[in-house]
């Protein structure tokens, strides 16, 4: 596109966002939800699993054989095969220790074995970008460094009955990490677009909650203080605050991935609620034992969050992400209190307000959106990437700096909502743009980089803005 192309495309985004294709979206992700893909078979076998744990050792970088494979190894040689058998049998549905333990086995040896390559290495990169992208110096700029957790996590597949789910810092910590784990379903390598739109929730949100010491805390104080101020519902302060884990894990994938985690978790919920329920709605009941706001709410914390980005389509993402929440409404049910629509919209912006907006002391006097946040020109980047990802012409072998995972996903998911999207095509492009990027990624060469980000030269003038165009 010339420049005048892209302006007149810009006038159109920020008057309309694109979203005609969204039905396709939620039957690619309802296919990938209803796969029967289990990936690899669980390593119960100690001595078979030591064996190919040393196997691997050195395809790992030095970052991930630091963090990760001596600590692991040292805790299974502390254990021994009785005590490895020992956690297994205590924790037969793999919900809890046993989970953990063999989670993090299969990231080291899916990594280390090379299974499904290509994908895994684009998975992992969006994984590293997320993280380094909230933790790195360059974004964290005033703020001290993190309390620990400061390895991004490392990738697997399996478990779909769980979905997308994360062990961050705190728990592999048990074992001796330095770095979570990441999962997605195994059939989350082949198509579920907007399983992906979902990676900014579980990264740089559980993880990066967990490596700010008292930041979880502060967060859940001040979100349930504002909505005392404001007066909103009675029930409506604790059920909150009791959920503050899944709802700052929300905006923070928002304030990562702009709107397409916003749009994508409308979308993706729909999908595994009709893949597991027959209903393809968003649910407007929140049970009291439920750890995640109700869906519905959920779509308004998502409209409030997007409609608080600074960029200048906010407004128009906002509002659409809005009526596709309304479209599902049902009687709103929290906790066993019904609550008004009214009560529940005004909730959920004094919520996405304060966890986005309010200084932290745990973040040294900071906000979360002043780490991250999305942009013009974020935005920019995104819709540059549309064009080459819907392009009938071969993907570039080079891309130049500047953007970074999280805008190829964005691209991928907005470019399939859109008319005439190719879900398949535009999966299969998104995933080739991601690997080639972890195939540059420091922290997976032969040097320990922790955060790629900070290897950067400060210069004492900047004479040009490097240009985005592919090679």
Known sequence: MDKKDLEIQAAKDKAKPDITNLQKCIEDAKKAAMDGDTGPKDPTDYNQLRGRLEACREKLPPLYRETVYKPYGATLDQLGQAGFTKILLRDPQREGEAGLMVDIAHSILQNGEGYNETTTDGFQEVISDLYDGFLSAEDRQGVKPPDKGTIPPLVKWGRPDFGPYTWPVDATSVFGLEAGVVNLPPANARRGLLAWAALGHETTGHDILYADTGLLQELAMKARKALEEQNVAQCLPEYWSNRIDETASDILGILNMGPSAGIGLIGYFRALNEAYTGDGRLRSDGPEDDPHPADIIRGYLASSAVGLLRFSGASGWAKVILAETEKDR???????????????????????STLMRSKMESLDNHALGDIQDWRDHDETITRKLRAILTSANQLPRTYAKGFYAAHVVAAAVTAALSRDGDVDLLFSRMVTILKTMHDGNASWGPLYVAHPGDIAAIRAYSYAQPSFDAE
């Open 330 to 352: 049902t009687e709103i049910s929290l906790g066993g209190t019904v609550v008004s629509p009214e009560d529940a919209r005004q909730s959920a912006a004094i919520v996405a």
